[in-house]
């Protein structure tokens, strides 16, 4: 089973709706994060998480909100969503490991936004 | 934004050959990682180099850091088909272990 799942993989929606990206871990990390990728760029930071009362902005927050249900739950929502918010979403966690952080990903949801 | 730069942008080799690929950043980071994204998936975790190291070493993979430059680099050796993704760096930026990704190289190891 996969450590990091996201859900969905795929979803098509219309400019305007509301729509919820989920992301869970079984690795039992405090850190989990959301980025996006756009073809030909790297990831984009949203939103992280260090433990479930800690929610912070990364570097494209708006139009975007988050949240830390669990320590193994972090749920990505675009309020009304719009046509750049078309692009491929990953979810990560990470772990302290020897004094450094590893980050592990999620397979990855594709949204489009007509 | 503070994102790292690759380069080159993209990189097309014969199989055999070595790849090399630079990252650039501008802050000052605890450490430095290495990842592989096969076409529309998921990132992998390669390697992690820390700020205090200038080497290391994984397989085919040989990362350096240059703190001083602020760049590092990642040489694949004896490549193969196999190899073919895009591969991006990412630095964790001291004090705040965020993570910034860089734009990526795109690597194509022809048969």
């Known amino acids: 089973d996969a450590d990091v799942t996201q859900t969905p993989r795929n979803r098509i929606t219309k400019t305007g709706k509301r729509i919820m990206l989920e992301c869970s871990q079984t690795?039992?990390?405090?850190?989990m994060y959301w980025y996006r990728q756009d073809p030909g760029l790297g990831l984009r930071l949203i939103y992280y998480s260090f433990d479930v009362k800690d929610i912070n902005k990364g570097e494209i927050s708006d139009g975007y909100s988050v949240s830390r249900q669990a320590q193994a739950k972090f749920s990505l929502s675009l309020e009304s969503a719009i046509p750049n918010q078309t692009a491929l979403y990953f979810c990560a966690t990470s772990v302290l490991s020897g004094g450094e952080h590893e980050q592990f990903f999620g397979p990855g949801t594709r949204l489009t936004v007509l | 934004s503070q994102q790292g730069e690759e380069d080159p942008q993209a990189l097309s080799i014969q199989e055999g050959e070595n790849a090399t690929m630079n990252c650039s950043y501008k802050?000052?980071?605890?450490?430095l990682q290495w990842y592989r994204q096969n076409s529309g998936r998921g990132l992998v975790h390669l390697i992690l180099i820390r700020s205090n190291e200038r080497e290391k070493h994984s397989g085919r993979l040989r990362v350096t850091l240059d703190t001083s430059k602020k760049s590092s680099s990642l040489l694949i050796t004896a490549s193969r088909a196999a190899d073919t993704a895009s591969y991006f760096c990412?630095?964790?930026?001291?004090?705040?272990?965020?993570?910034?990704f860089g734009t990526g190289t795109r690597l194509k190891v022809l048969a």
């Open positions: 990412a630095t964790d930026e001291r004090g705040t272990y965020k993570y910034i």
């Open positions: 802050t000052s980071i605890n450490n």
């Open positions: 690795k039992g990390h405090d850190r």
